[in-house]
């Protein structure tokens, strides 16, 4: 009888250890502190401190969201939003990810792509209080975003930039396997084109990746992307 107590008071200890752990590893890091900082204008402090926050938590969302609010090259922070949205759907930030990805479409004019953004933000997160500031986003032609009507196209453009650069991210001759590195890359929040070359004859399927002003903007986001894909992609002017 004394043997049997003992088993069950161990089994329970183990298993409410087991609980514990569990309930822990579930928990995300508090960055408010540090967001707070930022917006006081503390920004190179949070960037120090970030180094020690991710190598102590580098699989914690939360810490994953501040390193892309403090990543100041577009693209590079809408991989790392993409990746909460894709790998932590419920953590606490998943919608405020969504809506950085969103905001960073229509800044750039995307109005189709931002949509369907905005669409994920409502069916996935119906209580999201980005909803409605996504929603009271204004047009060229004065109306609002809307995820159940088309933009209105009145002729009018948005000022462009002088992008010079882009990623030379692959090269094929099947044409899937280009569509299927193009796909790859646009889930992950990177704008990708395909574009033919003719080489000796054969006829190569370029996949470039992203738009950038300067060199530097690139060479930087070409390192992310490579680890992040395991590509060997290289900076490219751009020539369309």
């Known amino acids: 009888m004394l043997m049997l107590k003992l088993k069950l008071l161990s089994f329970l200890t183990i298993n409410f250890i087991f609980f514990i752990s569990a309930h822990s590893l579930s928990q995300e890091i508090d960055i408010v502190p540090y967001l707070k900082k930022i917006e006081s204008g503390n920004v190179e402090k949070v960037k120090e401190d970030l180094v020690d926050l991710k190598e102590d938590h580098p699989n914690d969302p939360s810490i994953l969201f501040l390193d892309g609010v403090l990543t100041e090259n577009g693209q590079q922070a809408v991989v790392i939003y993409q990746k909460i949205v894709d790998d932590y759907p419920r953590s606490k930030y998943a919608d405020a990810a969504l809506y950085r990805i969103f905001s960073y479409y229509y800044a750039l004019g ?125 900076v490219v002017p751009i020539n369309w």
């Open 110 to 234: 995307l109005y189709e792509t931002a949509k369907e953004k905005l669409k994920l933000l409502i069916n996935n997160y119906p209580a999201s209080p980005y909803i409605k500031i996504a929603e009271q986003s204004v047009l060229p032609s004065g109306e609002t975003i809307s995820v159940d009507e088309e933009p209105i196209d009145d002729g009018e453009t948005q000022p462009e930039q002088n992008y010079q650069f882009t990623i030379q991210a692959g090269a094929f001759t099947n044409f899937e396997n280009a569509v299927s590195l193009k796909n790859d890359l646009e889930k992950s929040g990177i704008l990708a084109r395909i574009a033919e070359k003719n080489v000796g004859g054969t006829t190569f399927h370029i996949v470039y990746a992203g738009q950038f002003v300067t060199y530097e903007d690139a060479e930087n986001f070409l390192q992310v992307m490579n680890t992040k894909f395991d590509l060997t992609g290289r």
